[in-house]
């Protein structure tokens, strides 16, 4: 029906990193405009480096594949370097997803962003 | 790994008895019916001891049947055919917000050349008051087409009220009765219906054939010329194994209505019953007292429903949701928007229809599965904090 690939539905049944971080360096709460699912991220970061991303998302196979995978790219990341995973490379990583499916790996990416964005700014 | 398909208002599997009936209309009795010579006349009279059989069963007479494709088609001629042939009477027509789509968007594309649509809305039980539609009339009104029953939700409509305002207000008066056909009792008379479509594949025919009955003298265009066959209401070579597969298909229900809505309504009683005792934070769509024997539509709060479908998929058990996410335009089911229940309650449904082959197994093997996966899936759920889950 969905056409998943296999990396899609091995992470959708076995997600890594769910939950939350207490006392994180940095979240980011985005909504999906299309279908209107949500995901939340959470980030720990130590001298600029990604050290811990844990995510919660009610979305679909795809969305809780991409949050799940994108916690998996960014993890030992520097904050620079996870800036420059786009959607794109995490719907690659997946094996590719189906067409209708590629704005859930946009959630991600903007979930992502905005983590990224809140930690900076809470650096000051 | 055991499966259960619980997706019957999708389709069904072809009955064996029907495979066998269909059979010789293929490589042994293959004439056209439309042919004057005796391998005509053979499909021919094939056909219409078919077509009695099955306007027997719809208490309707047997000129009053017409074959077509399948439901589509049956409510796309209904609803262009209808315009088109009392467009000197008027423009206007009614009909309700949880149509199937192919009613909803031949309606659309009326609303585009300058007709008049009425969407009732429906009460908290996703049923249509015969008052709205009443109220709904206007001098201009050609046509009120309502289904018989839903096919997410799977409540019954108040058809025979509905029915009696239209005739005495002698507006024509359609339903789209593919969920009920051969499920529960459908009889022209009863519902005072004038047009009604059906479909043979969701009472375990084959797909590709329907049908649409027409009360006499109701005047209605064609969707298909050519030919001139079915009285020239729809041209096109007759599917004569389809139709014959059809007929059986409507003789075996005939037989199993008598007991299988009091079998089936019971597993779904149970199954209900067992969900929302079961999983907290879980609500049935849709009224219990109206609803088709086989239809059990939830919603599990917190969860998406293709991912609970996915879940399922891969412990061997169909069944369908109304998600936006699984739709190709990605939006909730208009069925469920059509209440203004949550978005994440309206994208978490869960939509099984039980059939024939639907046993207790089946039905204590979703009580085993659901609340595990729903578990899961409600610890990845920001919807859901850890407190509030379920061990
Ligand atoms: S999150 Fe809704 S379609 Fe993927």
Known sequence: MTGYSEKVMEHFHNPRNVGIIDQPDGVGKVGNAVCGDIMELYLKVAKEVIVDAKFRTFGCGAAIATSSMVTELIKGKTVAEARRISNQAV?????????????????????LKKALDDYQNSKG | MERGYLDHAATTPVAPAVLEAMLPYFGQIYGNPGSAHSWGGEARRAVEEARGSIAAFLGAAINEIVFTSGGTESNNTVIKGIAESNKARGNHIITSAIEHHAILNPCHTLERKGFEVTYIPVNNDWLVSPKDVEAAITAKTILISIMHANNEIGVIEPLAKIGAIARQHGIPFHTDAVQTFGHIPVNVADIEVDLLSASAHKLYGPKGVGLLYIHQGIKISPLLEGGEQEAKRRSSTLNVSGIIGFAKATELAADTMKTEPERISALRDKLIDGLLGKIKDTHLNGTRSSRLPNNINISFGGVEGEALLLSLDAQGIACSTGSACTS??????????ALAIPHHLGNSSLRFSLGKATNDKDIERVLAVLPGVVDRLRTISPFYQPAERED
């Open chain 2, 328 to 337: 190709a335009k990605l939006e909730t089911s208009h069925v469920l928007k």
């Open chain 1, 91 to 111: 719907a690659e990583a997946l094996g590719g997803l189906p067409p209708i499916k590629m704005h859930c790996s946009v959630l991600a990416e903007e979930a």
